[in-house]
């Protein structure tokens, strides 16, 4: 049975995106969740996702109008976005909560 805890992450720049963790013990051994963005001036697209407690995810996030910074200390990810490419940005969300 799906839980109904979640995880929230908001970006540095206090812009509209959150990630939410849903826990279950059906995703175990889950492959790689591949995620694609865009990020420009106060705004994230998608500005939410859902990931699973346990299962890796990669990030791919393109940085449309200039350089952003992208931090989620809770989920060990502290990184700058360069415009004009692909930024890959991995991690395994471990824990449930809710995190500024």
Not at 20 to 48: C, D, H
Request: with cysteine; aromatic share 8%; proline share 7%.
């Amino acid at each position: 049975m799906k839980s109904t805890e979640f995880f929230m992450l908001l970006p540095c720049a206090m812009i509209a995106f959150m990630v939410i963790v849903l826990v279950g013990s059906s995703w175990g051994n889950a492959k790689e969740q591949v995620i694609e963005m865009t990020a420009k001036r106060f705004e994230y697209n998608p500005n939410k996702i859902v990931v699973r407690k346990g299962v890796p995810v990669l990030l791919e996030v393109r940085a449309l109008d200039r350089v952003h910074g992208f931090q989620a200390p809770d989920l060990g990810i502290d990184t700058t976005l360069a415009p004009g490419k692909v930024n890959e940005i991995r991690f395994t969300p471990e824990k449930t909560g809710e995190f500024p």
